[in-house]
């Protein structure tokens, strides 16, 4: 199958410049990019096109050959001389293959993906909320605009290796291939490199992000956004930033999945006669019947008074356990009434406390066996 046009790859006019033909394949390389598209042959094969013709166009002595010869030009098959240099870049690219080497490797690649911890409250979690952040991060230099070169000057073919990459040493029979000492692999070194980013093509700076959090969020989840990560190397896709949700400890609720629990204090004489109490929610207040004779430890259920989880169908339940609170700082009046409580309920014990009766009796059973 014949190969395509590398400009019409590119989608480029052949007089375009540097700069319009990296903004091209930048594009072309986020769109198809295996990360951002995983099983997809197609797309894999579209990026492989698109940094072919990028690693051609972009590089001078390669560009002039492609213009004049076409993809002859650019073909190792069809570059090759004759007599023992035949033989011998044979032979090198079969042990180059072995040993990771390669005529050229792309230098291309995406940026880190990030991660900002962010902590909200109980209710920005249920209810959901926008908030912004201010994040550092590794952008694209504005002034050479990622070449890492002065202004009015550009990246220039390594004379050591030729654009490479690797060069190659003779030990005896055998050829081996190591990066480039000059220029670490990049196939490019910079004569005049820019005064912004010292020839990094990348400066650290601060931004700042709305983030949209979705309402039944909980402790541990991780809202992705796509881009906002490092920028990419020599054109290759920013990464992504990945905000991780933290819950600020609540004074009233804790949270268990979609249910919330609350601890409920109920006073003694609410506890044994009954009555009715305003308990809180996430909602507002709500009523909750005591019934006479309640206990510490009793829970009681709140359908649909807790959380709806982002992946769920309905709101959680709340749980609210009893404690019954003990009285302090009586009055004379208050200790009286309580000791005359105390001499009436003489003898009624089983009657009036049925958990201390029966605490008794296994008590009784334990020492008389």
């Known amino acids: 199958m014949a190969k395509r046009d590398f400009y019409e790859i590119l989608g480029v006019n052949r007089d375009a410049s540097n700069e319009d033909i990296k903004k091209a394949y930048r594009k072309l390389a986020m769109k198809h990019h295996p990360d951002r598209n995983p099983d997809n042959p197609k797309s894999e094969g579209l990026f492989k096109e698109a940094k072919e013709a990028y690693e051609i166009l972009s590089d001078e002595q390669k560009r002039a050959a492609y213009d004049q010869y076409g993809h002859a030009g650019v ?109 670490h692999g990049t196939g490019r070194y910079i004569p005049t490199p820019c005064n912004t980013c010292h020839g990094a093509g990348r400066v650290k700076q601060h931004k700042t992000l709305s983030v949209k959090i979705p309402a039944g969020v909980d402790e541990g989840d991780r809202i992705r956004l796509s881009g906002e990560g490092e920028a ?6 920013t990464g992504d930033l990945y905000v991780q949700i933290h819950l600020k400890p609540h004074p009233v609720f804790q949270r268990d999945h979609d249910d919330l629990h609350c601890e409920m204090p109920v006073s003694f004489t609410t506890a044994a006669l009954g009555g009715e109490i305003k308990v809180p929610t996430l909602d507002g207040a709500a009523h909750l019947k005591i019934p006479a004779g309640s206990q510490t430890g009793k829970v009681f259920r ?60 296994r008590v009784k059973d334990f020492f008389s066996e």
Not at 149 to 164: D, E, V
Not at 232 to 237: A, F, I, K, Q
């Open 302 to 361: 709140l359908r649909g008074k807790g959380v709806k989880g982002v992946r769920s169908h309905a709101h959680g339940d709340l749980l609210c356990h009893v404690v019954i609170e003990t009285p302090v700082n009586l009055t004379d009046r208050q200790k009286e009434l309580l000791r005359e409580f105390e001499e009436i309920s003489q003898g009624n014990e089983g009657r009036n406390n049925p958990k201390t009766q029966s605490w008794l009796d």
């Open 75 to 183: 073909d190792p098959q069809a570059r090759g001389g004759g007599g023992s240099s035949g033989f011998g870049d044979s032979f090198s690219d079969i042990f180059g293959d072995i040993f990771g080497g390669g005529s050229s490797r792309s230098n291309v690649y995406r940026g880190a993906d990030m991660r900002y911890n962010l902590e909200i409250s109980l209710e920005d979690a249920a209810h959901g909320t926008e908030t912004r952040i201010r994040i550092p991060t590794m952008t694209e230099c504005e002034d050479c605009h990622g070449s890492g070169a002065k202004k009015g000057t550009q990246p220039q073919t390594c004379p050591t290796c030729g654009g490479h990459g690797q060069v190659r040493m003779q030990q005896g029979f055998f050829s081996v291939q190591q990066t480039c000492p000059k220029c």
């Open 232 to 237: 990419g190397v020599n054109g290759g896709p």
